[in-house]
């Protein structure tokens, strides 16, 4: 390999990123006091923030010394980052006890082939059926992640780098090959297998709740044909067909996987004990190299509102949820595709292996070349073998367990107020361009005025910022809601206020959040630091600076974003809402269009994706407006970018 080759391997920057550092607890208490002055003057009752700032002095001349003490030790002892080898995983996700579906996994809905007929994408068939151009797709899908696997396994991905340096690409390894296995108390991952074991070339297959692995890489590693891929989930078609004809039924085990964790972790235990043959079918599937479901099914449009295209939201109803069901999905797999029987298809995957970003990316690849009908013309295999069907072998109980999680998961979907809001009227082009300002904080800013105008107040807000200029890191947390923020909102709801103010409070607020936003991707964040010396306390050790009210209020991520790419391939993504009052968001910032997933609970009187679509879009309109009027002053100074 020649210098220039290995320089653009995609692992060759590993040994040489920084690691993640334990900020200075001046620096961080410093933050944090600076983040609580919206929260100060939201909640009045609860003290000054000069009672804040002598906490902050207590807690740094006594306890939080040998907390930041403890942190350093640990940080001494971990081989490649203090927070992701020894905490992230178990407390942000391992230890949360609700179910996987929707609160926890991400997803991403595809744009459509086009190389699939329009006939087949826009007149679906019958339910119950599993049609030949859905097959189709979804070997071409699996061909398409099988390619950029064995891209990386020869590492001729370039490696993601910025103007500030390289990223570390960790996470691409965190992508195939790993399941969550559900636990009392903490979940836990699986390694990834050897070749050789059972399962490790093979992919999970599910088609009517029936789980199959079919072979889909050579003994060598190498994927095989794509026309043999489809020759093959085509033979796990026709079985599904004939057990049907002979009056067979599935257990579906995957709902399991739908429920809560240590409900899923007590009924895992109990189908483990029924036969050994069943340790053999789950220790294979766990070692599948991802998950793809057919459905035998195209979820209909949904009745929409005047911002989102019906079909779209019929779209993340079956990515996010399995079809509002729970159904023929095994959520903990890190990766899963599935394909709506008029060839719509969408990923899913479980948040702990990797963050949704690199996903995402792979995504963008597999879809970027659509589908070459001449790979499958003339070429099918004359084999009969390369796949198995996993007979699990059931009692009553588990019987009972499968059918109760099922219904426990339609309730959980059923509450699920998700939709897609696209906004065409301008995207991030013009807010670089007119605007003056860094896209991803412009959306932030009206997301903040969108929450007002729903709620009329102020929520804690979370942002993503991706840690990955560290070796192993992962993110920590921007905090949208400062001073700034609240000001800028307040100003473009005071009447009295003119256009170049309310222009003046964006740029102002702008700024802030593109500061907080460089701090936190350059491992000055406070909230991840926080977390670790909370967690270096021992038992009988306790400090009034953890108690505050105002900390606890500081966390309740009501609002919880994040923002991934232009995602021009992608009609929409996702994720849950982590409060029951509150939003999940993740959005797409296109040159001309902006694409939200939104979730809220139905059963919430508060919240409403309805509504907050509708307060979202006043609030573009609104900001357009004062760009234009406010910030026609050439001599305005544009807000810093990043």
Known sequence: MSRAARRSSTFANQGVLPRLPVPALRQSLDRYVKSLEPFVEEHPGTGTLEDRKRLVREFESGLGKRLQQRLLDLDAVSPNNWLNDTIWLQKAYHEWRAPLLINSNWWLLFHDDVNVPSAVREQPPAEGAITEWQVRRAAWLTKRLLDYRGLLERQEIYPDTSRTGPFCMHQYNRMYSLTRIPL????????????KAPGARHVLVMVKEWCYVVEVLGADGEAIAAAEVERRFGAVVEDVRAREARGERPVPVGRLTADERNLWAENREHLLSISPENQRLLTTLQNTLFAMSLDAYTLPHTPSD???????????????????????RWFDKAISICVESNTRAGMMGEHSPCDALIPSIVGDWIIAEPMDNGAFEGKQGSGTGGWEVLEWVADERLERE???????????????????????????????????????????????????????????????????????????????????????????????KSATERYTLLQAAVAAHNTYTRDASTGKGCDRHLMGLRLMMRPGESSALFEDKLFAKSQEWKLSTSGLSAGTRFKGTGFGTVWPDGYGINYLSGAHLLKFGIESK???????TKKFKANLVESLREMRTVCEQGGSDESAAPAAKL
């Open 184 to 195: 009392p108390g903490c979940d836990a991952l699986t390694h990834a297998p050897r070749l």
């Open 402 to 496: 499968c059918e109760a999680a099922g219904e426990r998961a339609a309730v959980l979907a059923a509450d699920s107020d998700v939709g897609l809001l696209w906004f065409g009227e301008y995207g991030a082009e013009w807010i670089k361009k007119h605007g003056k300002m860094s896209p991803d904080a412009y959306i932030q800013m009206a997301l903040q005025l969108a929450w007002y105008k729903s709620q009329g107040h102020f929520t804690a807000t979370y942002e993503t910022a991706s840690t990955r200029l560290f070796l192993h890191g992962r993110t920590d947390v921007i905090r949208t809601l400062s001073s700034e923020s609240r000001a800028f909102v307040k100003g473009m709801l005071d009447s009295s």
């Open 306 to 328: 005047a911002y989102t295209i019906p079909e779209v939201d019929a779209h993340v109803k079956n990515c996010s949820s399995g079809g509002g069901k729970g159904c023929n």
């Open 602 to 608: 139905h059963s919430c009187e508060t919240t409403s």
